[in-house]
């Protein structure tokens, strides 16, 4: 009966909520005022229409009055309510804070001239998306002091390109330049026509003309136009009915095309046909003000075998030899925006500047065919140590609070190098609460410290001759220690250190490859205590796994990432591909001196991460898909990865109806009393995740941006090999669906100013993997959705795995 009343003062009081909520956005109204409830769009034409969605919720985008914003649910109108709640006070002030930072809302109050210019809105977008005929009409429908306007949008047909002519170029050489890169053209033919791929197409004639040295070349010197005659049923705009004749003769799948001229003039600016070259350059590294220009107390300096190239400085910053090779501009050389772009990105990207400004003056110096410019390259330093943290929170089944705290210090500047080096330290604690003592109790805590250095450049064995600054080049030298204390059981210490290159294929590819690393993992005996040793005596995995290892190895891994220059409306992809070896070398080494006691580790390791984003205006719908396994390939030594590189599910970026790894390995059922033994591990990984994000509300001006998920989790760890520790642990194809864990869930996310996202996230397992099932010990297979019982707290204790992180979890 508990749990019925629950139920229906649940229901009730959400359901009084909305009615009063709705009743309320009214009560303020004149009489012949209606508050704006709501617009939509209704898309209709006789031909199939290109992204549908896509241009529904652009054209709701454009309409001129829209109304109050709502929380989950259309009817509740939360800042008008939170509006009226104060009306006096608001009437009386209406410059407030809480109005002018969009914390409260007025009633939108309809306004029927804004339906005329919503309709020439949607149709001027029409018409640049090429739909040259659209035509918009509304339906307005009031009830009780409210409006309701939908939209008919009969779009037509819109036009696709057909021919592109280029015989408009008063210019010759720009004509050859243009022709001859013509491949790279925007406006293909069959391509649909719109304004915004023209305006691309502009900006790519722009772009590769002023790469060629054509400084005061703009856009005003590109005009396009447009030629829709002569196309055997082209209809005026005001005609509403055609003849039989034509409609008959014109094919029912037919589109409609147009051509398109390219034309290129000078615009009355005769400089905008003249390519310039550099002739000398000026870089200032610690510029402050104008006044630097003209200072003649600055101190100079030229690099060797470039005397155009000049240093001005107040201090001795950074060594000139590091700036020169990322300057991409050269004396004697045309112009080109390429050179110049990259010359800027490549600067900031040292990480040692605030900001990086190139200004070209002309030269009057030198005359001919040929303008001159001087090139000035100004840069202002940034702070040279800066520091950072991240911090997380979680809950489990198996713990009752743990939390991380990551803090970094950063010197961007070391030996005025613009070399990188970073210190970092973090902790954890995983805590149980012991309802005997009323007190949380330490079950694990984990200590690590981290150094790195990263220099702007390949260090040995490869030649500066042999790679391009352009590709970003990077060398990173790491090392760190960790110690890992699960407490009355054991303590793991962890020295490693790494050599990486690092750079970028493209502005979307990037390559890092690690020739060496080195991990040298011990447990002191003095360190295991009893109870978990007599655990590993009897345990052949464990023992494996938790062991002392030496591993040497080298990996390679290559990214695609096109989330840089996507736009808010752009779906974009990230791909990672790994793979990593260790063992052979040592292996090799050890078959000749004998002195390693067979104590390293020898595997293989292949390792992928998919993920792709589909956004729309207030939506993203986030997927990924990750796999792993490693394959230790001396399975007489050691049949299992070393603790370290072995997977683990659950927790905070992971699956999240689990705590950090409680889960697996495939459909294994741990009876024991005592599930806080010993971490869930495994030598494979799959998962699958899918979550569904969304805007809710913005506060204080958009300064807090808060935002909603649904999401749904796959997944699990397996062995490579059997195990008689761990039945039914092993990968098997055909078990791969018992085996799969699935648990869904709901959070929040709070954007702060976009510096950090915090996120809190509830997990709820659906499905427990494998087929084993222990009733009398609350251990269940297969799915389980028919036992969630969210009214009952010893239920929601056990089932609602709640974590709080920084960040997305993917």
């Known amino acids: 009966m508990k749990y019925k009343i629950s139920v229906h003062i649940l229901c009730i009081s959400v359901i009084a909520i909305l009615v009063n909520t709705g009743c309320n956005s009214t009560k303020y109204l004149k009489e012949d005022e209606y508050l704006l409830r709501s617009n939509s769009v209704k898309l209709k034409s006789d031909k199939y229409v290109d992204h549908k969605g896509e241009l529904t919720d652009n ?34 002030d209406t410059l407030n804070f809480q109005i002018e930072s969009g914390t409260v809302e007025k009633p939108v109050i309809y306004d029927s001239s804004s339906t005329s210019r919503s309709q020439q809105y949607m149709e001027s977008y029409l018409f640049q998306q090429g739909y ?11 009830k009780k002091q409210k409006v309701y306007v939908e939209y008919q949008v009969n779009t037509g047909i819109n036009y696709l390109i057909d021919k592109v002519d280029m015989t408009e170029i008063d210019d010759s050489t720009i004509a050859k330049f243009v022709r001859r890169r013509f491949y790279e053209t925007n406006l293909r033919t069959g391509k649909a026509y719109s304004a915004s791929l023209v305006e691309k197409e502009r900006s790519r004639i722009v772009n590769m003309i002023r790469g060629e040295g054509y400084y005061y070349f703009s856009n005003e010197n590109v005009a396009f136009v447009l030629d829709t005659m002569n196309k055997g049923y082209m209809k005026e705009k005001e005609s ?26 000078d615009n009355g600016n005769p400089k905008s046909f003249k390519r310039y070259g550099i002739n000398n350059i000026t870089i200032y590294p610690d510029f402050k003000d104008k006044g630097d220009l003209t200072d003649d107390n600055m101190m100079e300096k030229t690099v060797p075998g470039a005397d155009k190239v000049v240093f001005r400085y107040h201090d001795y910053y950074i060594k000139e030899k590091v700036i020169y090779n990322h300057l991409f501009l050269s004396p004697e050389t045309y112009f080109a925006l390429e050179a110049h772009d990259k010359t800027i990105t490549e600067l900031n990207q040292l990480g040692v500047f605030s900001g990086v400004r190139i200004i070209f003056t002309e030269d009057s110096t030198r005359t001919g065919e040929t303008g001159w410019m001087n090139c000035l390259v100004l840069m202002s330093p940034a702070d040279k140590w800066n520091w950072g943290t991240n911090w997380e929170v979680s809950n489990g089944t198996t713990y009752t609070l743990g939390t991380g705290l990551t803090a970094s210090v950063r010197n961007t500047n070391v030996a005025k190098g613009a070399n990188l080096f970073t210190l970092s330290a973090n902790g954890g604690l995983e805590s149980q609460f012991d309802t005997s003592s009323g007190a949380f109790k330490i079950i694990t805590n984990t200590l690590g410290l981290n150094a790195s250095i990263e220099l702007p450049k390949f260090l040995f064995p490869i030649s500066r001759k042999r790679y391009s600054i352009s590709n970003t080049p990077r060398t990173e030298l790491a090392g760190g220690a960790t110690r890992l204390e699960r407490l009355n059981y054991f303590t793991l210490f962890n020295l490693s250190t790494r050599f990486t290159y690092k750079w970028l294929e493209t502005k979307e590819k990037s390559w890092e490859v690690t020739p060496a690393f080195i991990n040298n993992i011990s447990l002191p005996p003095s360190k295991i205590s009893a109870e978990f040793q007599q655990r590993l005596d009897t345990n052949d995995f464990l023992k494996n796994s938790y062991r002392e290892t030496f591993i040497e190895g080298e990996n390679i891994s290559w990214t695609f990432d096109n989330s840089q220059d996507a736009k808010w409306y752009d779906d974009f992809s990230y791909i990672k591909l790994s793979f990593e070896e260790a063992g052979g070398v040592v292996a090799g080494v050890n078959s000749i001196t004998k002195n390693l006691d067979n104590k390293f580790s020898q595997y293989v390791k292949f390792d992928f991460d998919l993920r792709h984003f589909i956004r729309q205006r207030h939506t993203t719908t986030a997927l990924r898909f990750y796999g792993g396994v490693g394959i230790p390939y001396n399975k ?6 070393p603790y370290l590189k072995q997977y683990f599910v659950g927790g905070a970026y992971s699956m999240r109806g689990w705590r950090i790894r409680s889960l697996g390995p495939g459909g294994y059922v741990d009876t024991n009393s005592n599930p806080n033994l010993i971490d869930r591990t495994g030598d494979m990984k799959l998962e699958l995740n899918g979550e569904y994000r969304f805007d809710i509300f913005k506060a204080f001006g958009g300064a807090l941006l808060f935002n909603g998920a649904v999401f749904a989790d796959a997944g699990n760890i397996w062995l490579f090999y059997p195990s008689a520790d761990y039945d039914d642990g092993h990968f098997q194809f055909n078990k791969l669906y018992n085996h799969m864990a699935v648990n869904s869930g709901f959070g929040i996310r709070v954007d702060v100013a976009e510096i950090f996202l915090l ?13 084993k099932e222990y009733p009398d010990k609350g251990i269940y297979s297969g799915w389980i959705v028919d036992r969630i019982a969210p009214f009952d707290g010893k239920w929601r204790g056990q089932n609602m795995i709640w974590s709080i992180a920084i960040g997305y979890p993917f």
Do not use: M
Request: hydrophobic share 35%; net charge positive; proline share 6%.
């Open 59 to 92: 054209l709701s985008g454009v309409v001129a009055q829209k109304p109050n914003s709502y929380f989950l649910l259309p009817g509740f109108t939360y800042k008008l309510w939170l509006y009226n709640l104060r009306h006096d006070k608001y009437q009386q």
């Open 636 to 641: 007489t030594q050691s049949p299992t990865l």
């Open 240 to 265: 509403a009915v055609e003849t039989v004749a034509g409609f008959v003769s014109r094919k029912e799948d037919e589109r409609r095309t147009l051509d398109i001229a390219i034309k290129i003039t």
């Open 759 to 771: 996120r809190v996230d509830c997990g709820i397992p659906l499905k427990q993997p494998g087929t």
């Open 132 to 142: 040259f005929y659209a035509e918009v009409s509304d339906t307005t429908k009031f």
